[in-house]
């Protein structure tokens, strides 16, 4: 029955406690037996867990049994709590009728929450805060409610007031749910709207999509239609999502979610946000608001070792199975030799999937700079779309270059402003307003800046946090393309150029940026057999030096009694250690040197 | 059949210097070194009959060395006897090369004669340094004193081939400490010298004490200085720590870099025979034993493979200030000398390397990293990745 379907998310910061809140509630209508219950069941991912923070979205159905008497089919969506995600979470949102906002009443409300309330607001949902961790000593829920309704204006002080961590005041968020969020609503007999809000590789079923259904009704042996991608499957299953597995049920009506399956190879073939009808009866137009995920961020992602390629190709493709926002083309290097260009939607994503890749598949991996998407203006009047250093026009050709703008968030304690503000004014940001969020002494402020993406990519995060003690948090959105006067560095080891370390800068960084280079990487190059020079330059000019001096001494002076064996072992040694090194040309650069310069702001 | 080298490992010593981790145990009993004595001598009749007197055409043996630990601790008595059953069993060339290591105070007037009389014809003594405090930190029980009473005693007993070992890149020692100790010792009666650069080796109570030692760049430069001191002085460098007048090199050592065949007597000694390298326990009581029950004695055996020897020949031919020579190596292991030749001339490039003829050898910059220089041409692993755009 409709009117007892509940479709909910929650929406909370980092570490403000979703996942504990989605372990209770599961555990509370019981679906789930304790016993078999792994910490924060939604998150699927070892990564995931280790991180705290939720990747892909998941969805679990659970039935609860509440004081009217009456059971509930509570369908939780799980949606992703980071800025790179913002697609992925507006369509999450987009499947439920209310959400849940979860505020850490120590902390009060950070950057990523705001802007998915406001996300959820603009989806028409029904958002009930949620008071959690009353149990900690430095907890003023009074204030964190006071918060929501001040800086969100939503009314806050009957929020329930739970600890998620100590199950304390679940069962008022479960009956918050029924009482305050609306049923969905829609026509079981009209042609076939559902929503994909995630897709999921599985090595068994095939690709398993996740949809909400608004309109009719999709039965298992129906052959649907994607309407973006215009794809057709017979569907193999069709069913409920349980928070142990799969359980199918035959058919999904108008106000329910559940998942697909028919065989399906590719996740390219069912993206997010993309409308599922039937191809025999189908629906005159699409489910608003689909988008193709648009890779923001490029880097080039090479194996350490040069015979992994095949390796990285097949583990890249297996990735991308699950995550069709990734996307990957081969590409050289002179001087890291095959690899790939990958795109992703933000720097987490970035470094979930460098770290996946590294774990998951085992890769020992070096990543070139990330680059943003560049616009060049060339001389003759065309204009190219840069996304890799190695392809930037001569000087000489460029009329004119544009780059990407960002609309900045930062929600920082107000002590923090001035530091920040001159961080932001560092990074080339245009500062747009401040607000503060509450007037107590340890008020809150926060900060809009327009910031140029290519300067938040390379280390902001790590600069924002360490300026504030971890404090503050940061939320961006493209906002458009400016004029900019950009030129590209070029880093020469003993003379030659090392394609896989240029990128491209604002003019007024160049000599700062090219002076740090030269230093990190005379830090991380070890002391070769001859002297090298270290130069950064523009087109032919060097506008920073260092050297590395020659090494003096390596040498087993002793061979004792004929051991000789000792001797090779040792040698053997050497070997595996160089084996982290990359040759360019005659200059063995280490993996970490190719990290460094990545975090040219530390210390 | 090239001529065999023997070496006979004495794992016994009067005290374990600081950083020491060669097998060598300190203050043993009697009765062990008597059954430690026994073991070799058995040991040793047993390769005879296949190697030596006993066998058809037995091979000629042109080097005997007495290695630790502390051969002169085991007693020059006990080694004049070790010695003569080598000589009973082996066909020792009349120009053999018999040699015991020594420490200073190890040996006085009388055991050395001793030596003399059971054949002993070169003997090496650890001197280390010629000064107190840097004997004192490398742990070392005798005196500068000592050392060069030993020596003078050596020579007065009839040794005309004696060596010493020094020791740059000690904590706390200076250039001019090093110079002070050279000049020292080539006013002695010696034929030759090793010199070698500390090494803290992991576990060793040097190492535990992390001292601070000279920095590389001076090391280095204690190095140079030193080849080119001890070449005024008349003795010649003919390998990275090696340093002999005309006609005195260490034919034994030699062998090592060469690939000529030795094999090694007592616990931890090792060989190099019949294609194969291996050695024995390192532990006296399982060696006794082993040899008493005619067990194995074995701790390592490997038949080293021909593209391991080329490998082998590379990296200990160019220790010796005679190098490699490309035409030898191609004749021996049928393989091109191309790609070391390319890199060679590139280690030329920077004075770490230099060509006469066929041959090719490392400078005394290119002993310094020597490590890496050979480490670079035995890298066959697919080089630098050349994908051309």
New interface residues.
């Given amino acids: 029955m409709q009117q007892n379907i509940r479709n909910f998310c929650i929406i909370a910061h980092i570490d403000h406690g979703k996942s504990t809140l989605a372990d209770r509630i599961i555990e509370l209508t019981r679906s789930v037996e304790k016993r078999v219950m792994s910490d924060q069941i939604l998150d699927n991912m070892d990564l995931e867990r280790e991180r705290g923070i939720t990747i892909k979205a998941r969805a679990v159905r659970l039935a609860y049994a509440a004081a009217d008497g009456e059971t509930y089919h509570l369908n939780l969506i799980d949606t992703p709590g980071h800025v790179d995600f913002n697609y992925e979470v507006s369509r999450s949102l987009a499947a439920c009728e209310g959400a849940l906002l979860v505020v850490d009443a120590a902390q009060g409300i950070e950057a990523q929450t705001l802007a998915n309330t406001y996300l959820a607001l603009e989806h028409d949902l029904e958002v009930l805060p949620v008071i959690n961790k009353i149990d900690l000593i430095a907890a003023d829920p009074d204030r964190a409610a006071r918060e929501v309704e001040d800086v969100i204006g939503l009314p806050a002080q009957d929020a329930p007031r739970i600890s998620a961590k100590n199950g304390v005041n679940i069962e008022a968020v479960l009956q918050a749910v029924v009482d305050g969020i609306p049923a969905p609503k829609g026509d079981p007999g009209a042609p076939l709207k559902a929503l994909i809000f995630d897709s999921q590789y599985d090595a068994y079923k095939g690709v398993i999509v996740l949809v909400r259904v608004f309109e009719g009704t999709v039965r298992t042996g129906d052959t649907v239609h994607m309407m973006a991608t215009g794809a057709e499957y017979q569907l193999v299953e069709v069913g409920y999502l349980r928070p142990l597995g799969f359980e199918p049920c035959g058919e999904l009506k108008a106000g329910e979610a559940g998942y697909l399956t028919a065989s399906i190879k590719e996740v390219r073939d069912t993206q997010v946000g993309d409308t599922v009808t039937l191809a025999e009866n189908p629906a005159a137009e699409p489910l608003p608001g689909y988008k193709k995920a648009q890779p923001m961020v490029f880097s080039g992602v090479y194996p350490a070792d040069?015979?992994k390629y095949p390796d990285l190709r097949d583990a890249l493709e297996r990735l991308y199975l699950n995550d069709a926002s990734l996307t990957f083309e081969p590409e050289?290097?002179?001087?890291?030799?095959?690899g790939f260009r990958c795109g992703f939607l933000g720097l987490l994503h970035m470094e979930v999937i460098q770290e996946r890749l590294e774990r998951e598949f085992n890769l020992d991996l070096i990543t070139t700079a990330p680059s943003v998407i560049y616009k060049i203006h060339k001389t003759n009047g065309e204009i190219v779309t840069i996304d890799n250093p190695l392809n930037y026009p001569d000087p000489s050709h460029i009329e004119a270059a544009e780059e990407p703008f960002v609309k900045a968030d930062i929600i920082t304690p107000q002590e923090y402003v001035g530091s920040l503000m001159e961080l932001c004014q560092e990074r080339r940001g245009v500062f747009k307003d401040m607000q503060y969020i509450d007037g107590a002494a340890q008020g809150r402020v926060n900060l809009h800046y327009e910031l140029p993406l290519g300067e938040i990519i390379y280390d902001f995060f790590d600069a924002l946090k360490s300026r504030t003690r971890g404090y503050a948090s940061l939320d961006y959105e493209l906002l458009d393309y400016r004029k900019s006067d950009l030129v590209k560095l070029d880093v020469l080891l003993n003379g030659e150029a090392v394609d896989a370390l240029s990128f491209i800068v604002h003019t007024d960084k160049a000599y700062p940026r090219a002076r740090r280079i030269a230093e990190k990487l005379k830090e991380h190059i070890p002391r070769?057999?001859?002297e090298v020079p270290v130069q950064v330059a523009i087109g032919g000019k060097i506008i920073a030096r260092e050297t590395v001096r020659?090494?003096?001494?390596?040498?087993?002076?002793?061979?004792?009694?004929?051991?000789?064996?000792r001797?090779?072992k040792?040698?053997e040694k050497?070997?595996e250690g160089?084996k982290r090194m990359?040759?360019?040309?005659?200059v063995e650069v280490p993996q970490d040197a190719f990290m460094a310069v990545l975090k040219l702001d530390e210390d | 059949m090239p001529n065999l080298g023997v070496?006979i490992?004495i794992p016994f010593c009067g005290s374990k210097c600081a950083y020491c981790d060669?097998y060598s145990l300190p203050n043993q009993p009697e009765s062990l070194m008597k059954d430690y004595v026994k073991a070799l001598a058995r040991h040793i009749e047993e390769a005879g009959r296949f190697l030596g007197k006993g066998s058809k055409g037995g091979i000629a043996v042109d080097t005997v060395?007495f290695?630790g630990g502390t051969p002169a601790a085991l007693g020059a008595k006990r080694l004049g006897a070790v010695m003569k059953t080598v000589k009973k069993n082996f066909n020792l060339a009349t120009s053999c090369e018999i040699t015991a290591e020594a420490n200073p105070g190890s040996v006085d007037a009388r055991s050395l004669k001793k030596l003399r009389r059971a054949g002993f014809n070169r003997i090496s003594f650890g001197v280390q340094a010629m000064q107190q405090e840097l004997l004192t930190a490398l742990g070392r029980s005798h005196t500068p004193e000592q050392a060069a009473d030993s020596v003078r005693e050596a020579a007065d007993a009839g040794f005309t081939n004696i060596s010493v070992d020094v020791m740059y890149g000690i904590p706390g020692q200076t250039r001019a400490q090093l110079t002070e100790t050279l000049r020292s010792v080539c006013t002695w009666r010696i034929t030759h010298l090793s010199?070698?650069?500390l090494?803290l080796e992991e576990g060793t109570p040097l190492a535990e004490a992390e001292p601070v030692l000279p920095k590389?760049?001076e090391?280095?430069e204690m190095?140079l200085e030193a080849v080119e001191l001890l070449s005024k002085e008349g003795l010649k460098q003919y390998e990275?720590?090696n340093f002999s007048r005309q006609g005195y090199i260490c034919r034994h050592n030699y062998?090592?870099w060469t690939l000529e065949p030795?094999v090694?007597f007592g616990a931890?000694?090792?060989?190099?025979f019949g294609g194969k390298?291996y050695?024995f326990v390192k532990d006296i009581q399982a060696y006794i034993n082993g040899v008493r029950d005619s067990e194995s004695l074995m701790e390592?055996m490997?038949q080293v493979p021909m593209i391991e020897r080329a490998?082998?020949y590379v990296?200990?031919g160019l220790?010796t200030a005679n190098g490699v020579s490309s035409n030898e190596y191609t004749r021996l292991f049928k393989a091109s000398f191309d790609t070391l030749e390319d890199k060679l001339e590139?280690?030329a490039k920077?004075g770490?390397a230099e060509t006469e003829g066929d041959r090719w050898r490392l400078t005394p910059k290119g002993?310094?990293?020597?490590?890496?220089?050979?480490?670079?041409l035995?890298?066959t692993?697919?080089?630098?990745?050349?994908?051309?755009?």
């Fill in positions: 040069g015979a050289t290097s002179v001087a890291l030799g095959y070769q057999m001859f020659a090494m003096r001494k390596d040498v087993l002076a002793k061979c004792y009694g004929g051991d000789i064996t001797k090779k040792l040698l050497q070997k160089k990359r040759s360019l040309g005659t | 070496y490992h060669f060395f290695g010199l070698y650069g090494k590389d760049e090391q280095a190095y990275i720590s062998k090592y030795y090694g931890a000694a090792h060989s190099d390298r050695s390592e490997q490998g082998e990296m200990l220790r590139r280690c920077w770490l002993f310094l990293v020597s490590n890496q220089i050979i480490g670079e035995l890298n692993d697919a080089p630098a990745p050349s994908a051309q755009k």
